[in-house]
């Protein structure tokens, strides 16, 4: 099991559970939205079953994002990847968007996951037709660069890193950010 990270006093990174992720499932609702989330593979429609097993759950860490009353905001997973933290699965609650949890989210879960993995920076992958996605990862610090590997194929995806350290300067320097997404 993983480690839990105090955010605030209102918000945690806790490792996921089983029921968790049953919930999440509701958050996906066409074979497009379950695509783009969990990759070309992840199957459609989900059974508990499907679901778990291709978000890879069993062998990845995968952190929920939960406030004081233990209400799932946000999803994630992180895994060593070319020497880097790999962020993955990223998801925020239909109902709980536009709030600032998706970058709480991801300054957490990078704080967490370089911790644990003893890796400097960080990636991830996102789909080049979701702007809103590749905006927000911008303005943390990702940049696009190009895939040093030719163990999958990224079509239609970009390739976006940034030192772990950026991320946890960005956090501590933008403390509204994180206040703002405790706000009920």
């Not at 949890?101 to 957490?108: D, G, P």
Request: with cysteine; aromatic share 10%.
């Amino acid at each position: 099991m993983g480690n839990i990270v105090n955010v605030n006093n209102t918000i945690q990174l806790t490792p996921a559970t089983p029921q968790q992720l049953e919930s999440m499932q509701q958050w996906f609702t066409t074979r497009e939205q379950c695509q783009q989330w969990g990759g070309p593979a992840f199957r459609f429609p989900v059974t508990e079953k499907s679901f778990t097993e291709d978000c890879r759950f069993a062998q990845l860490p995968s952190y929920a994002l939960v406030n004081a009353d233990n209400a799932l905001l946000a999803f994630g997973q992180f895994y060593p990847r070319l020497n880097h933290c790999h962020l993955g699965r990223l998801a925020v609650n239909p109902q709980h968007r536009q709030r600032g949890y998706a970058i709480t989210l991801i300054a957490a879960l990078s704080d967490c996951g370089s911790g644990q993995l003893g890796l400097r920076e960080c990636s991830l992958f996102v789909l080049a037709n979701n702007p809103a996605a590749i905006l927000l990862y911008r303005k943390l610090g990702f940049t696009p660069v190009d895939y040093p590997a030719d163990d999958i194929a990224l079509d239609n995806f970009l390739y976006m890193t940034v030192p772990s350290q950026h991320l946890q300067q960005w956090r501590h320097s933008h403390p509204c950010m994180i206040q703002q997404s405790s706000a009920f």
